[in-house]
């Protein structure tokens, strides 16, 4: 079995080119299915709102909720990099409750490190939480937790002025200790100019093939999520209609009395079936 990556086993990866594979994971069972399949780092992501627990945001994802997710993760894949995604609340308050929420991720739910969405203004945050020990991976771009303030879920940096703010959000995230920086929705070409110009690793959704890494959101990949699929999504399969068809043809089976069948039930003898009818 290949020994479990640390943060700085993924900071390595990028000193030597090596691209860096990313998931989603939300329940034991997926979680030991990406490990087994040999995938770098697995992200407990607050999209478990959207596609789990079927909010119509990320934004009343609780901790409760990212906690008992995480914990999942980590039962079905014990030698896994993974990493756990502050949900909206938990870490703007105050740098002091930052720090007390990151570490329950680690402590109770075992991740190794969390995320978090911001630039300039969570550097501050990043910085006491790296120092406390706790690793943090950034997040710029589109931000989900505040979309609204951006005016939807919209492609970030596409003018001068805010593809600068986007590059200076990545140099600083990177002084202040974020060890990788997810880049969502952004510009190829700003991208790469950003993997470029900080020496983290940065992982792409939606931001094209320059970034370090890739992540996506494993119901998408798999083509479970039907309700709206990006344009950045690749589907590899479509789960979807092959799970509706299975379904179906286990209720009309079982409306049939055709399910279970003898091959898919339990026997006894049929004198032991003979003397329990006459006890009757």
Known sequence: MPKKLTVADIRAMKTRAEKISVLTAYDASFARLLAQSGIDMLLVGDSLGNVVLGYDSTVPVTME??????????????????????????????IPEAIANGGRFMKEAGCDAVKLEGGVEVCDTVRAMTLAGIPVMGHIGLTPQTAGILGGYKVQGK??????????????????????????????????VITDAIAIPTIGIGAGSGCDGQVLVTHDLLGMFDKFIPKFVKSYCQLAPQIKEAVRAYHQEVKAGAYPDPEHSFAISDSLVAELLRED
């Open 65 to 94: 909720e990212m906690l008992h997710h995480a914990k999942a993760v980590r039962r079905g894949a014990p030698e896994s990099l993974i990493v756990g995604d502050m949900p909206f609340m938990s870490y703007q308050v105050s």
């Open 159 to 192: 003018d001068l002025e805010s593809a600068r703010r986007q590059v200076a959000a990545a140099k600083t995230l990177t002084e202040a200790g974020a060890f990788a920086l997810v880049l969502e929705c952004v510009p190829a070409g700003l991208a790469k």
